[in-house]
């Protein structure tokens, strides 16, 4: 039976990225030697580094002065990393869920860390941004609760946030569309989502906006480190970085950020549209200018909630997978980042479409 994965990281990879993966887990390019056992100081490691920071510049249109990371401990090792660098005396943070909580929580730590606004279910614009941050913290999709910010709020925020350095945890959103990186001084996630498997993690870096705070900044936590050790200043996680190299060529293959920024639109459209049509399900978020378009979140409406549980194994005998919500949210949650295609959201609708008909009529 075919699957669906709309797991919500790790998750789903294009098949044909796997599938190249797994050959170079068996003879990696060529050179009779499995990508598992190859040093990252062997000539051949070089070339794929360069790579993948090269393509993420051309595919976001990164401008000069900036450097893209590769480095492990994930985006929540980022919570602390970005005010061990960043914040001397304040940083302000917007709340949108689970995820800037956690930012936010590490960031109190270091300085006076301020919460400018706060909700789950809806991205909040009513807030001033200090002018004397060091830093204004964004979380730019909402992986548990299914909010993301759209590009009109995104854009409001460059207009407030005047000469404040932004930062971004875009861990389940990043290449799912352009983003004018100009706009940012750091970008950075958990690349599980929509990049590479679990164990490697990007950066997006300005160089220009390191050396301001005056505490000692251990070796290994210093963004500078790795600027100056271009990733490579400790073992990278060679296999991930190598997988993230095919994720970006095979999305530059198809038409970059552009092509699935209108393929995600339509999914997102699809799924969302079924929803709102829906006698027995209804999304979890109401305003639909505040809805994710990577983790599309569902509840049966009240009047059904026991059929829960028999929509869960209906769904999963069809194949459906990874599709129970985050606990703390309970119903549904499909995630469709950039591999999923259309058909496989249809597939889900055309489920939800086939379980609506039978308990309705019976
Ligand atoms: C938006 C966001 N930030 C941070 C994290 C944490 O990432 P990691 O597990 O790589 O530390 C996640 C994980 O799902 C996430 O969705």
């Not at 790790?10 to 030697?33: H, M, R, Y």
């Not at 960043?86 to 929580?105: D, I, Q």
């Not at 970006?248 to 339509?266: C, D, H, S, T, Y």
Request: hydrophobic share 40%; proline share 4%; aromatic share 10%.
């Amino acid at each position: 039976m075919k699957k669906y994965n709309f797991n919500a990281g790790p998750s789903i990879l294009p098949q044909e990225v796997i599938k190249q993966t797994a050959e170079a887990v068996i003879d990696f390019q060529g050179e009779g030697l499995s990508v598992l056992e190859i040093s990252h100081r062997a000539k051949y490691f070089q070339p794929v580094m360069d790579e993948a920071e090269a393509l993420v510049k051309e595919l976001l249109n990164v401008p000069e002065g900036y450097r893209v990371l590769f480095l492990g401990g994930g985006a929540s090792l980022q919570f602390c990393m970005v005010p061990f660098n960043m914040l001397e005396h304040k940083a302000a943070y917007l709340n949108t869920g689970v995820w800037s909580k956690k930012a936010l929580k590490e960031a109190k730590g270091f300085g006076e860390a301020i919460e400018v606004a706060a909700s789950t279910d809806s991205i909040p614009t009513d807030y001033e941004i200090p002018q004397d941050a060091d830093y204004f913290h964004i979380t730019t999709n909402n992986t548990i609760f299914g909010t993301e910010i759209n590009d009109e709020k995104l854009a409001e925020i460059y207009k407030k946030k005047g000469n404040v350095p932004l930062v971004a945890d875009m861990s389940s959103d990043i290449l799912s569309r352009p983003i004018d990186v100009s706009q940012y001084d750091i970008i950075y996630g958990g690349a599980q989502k929509n990049l590479a498997p679990a164990g490697v993690t990007f950066v997006i870096i300005k160089e220009s906006c390191l050396g301001k705070v005056s505490r000692y900044i251990p070796t290994m936590l210093n963004y500078q480190t790795h600027i100056d050790g271009g990733s490579m200043f400790n073992t990278p996680p060679v296999l991930p970085v190598y997988t993230a190299v095919l994720t970006l060529r095979w999305l530059k293959a198809n038409g970059g950020v552009k092509w699935i920024e209108a393929r995600n639109k339509a999914k997102a459209d699809l799924l969302y549209k079924c929803l709102d049509e829906s006698k027995l399900f209804m999304p979890t978020i109401s305003k639909k200018e505040d809805r994710s378009r990577m983790n599309i979140c569902f509840v049966f409406k009240p009047e059904y909630a026991d059929l829960q549980d028999d929509f869960f194994k209906f769904a999963t005998a069809k194949g459906m997978v990874g599709i129970k919500g985050h606990r703390l949210v309970g119903g549904f949650r499909a995630s469709c980042y950039n591999a999923m295609d259309i058909e496989g959201v249809q597939a889900l609708v055309d489920c939800i479409h086939e379980y609506e008909e039978l308990k309705i009529k019976n």
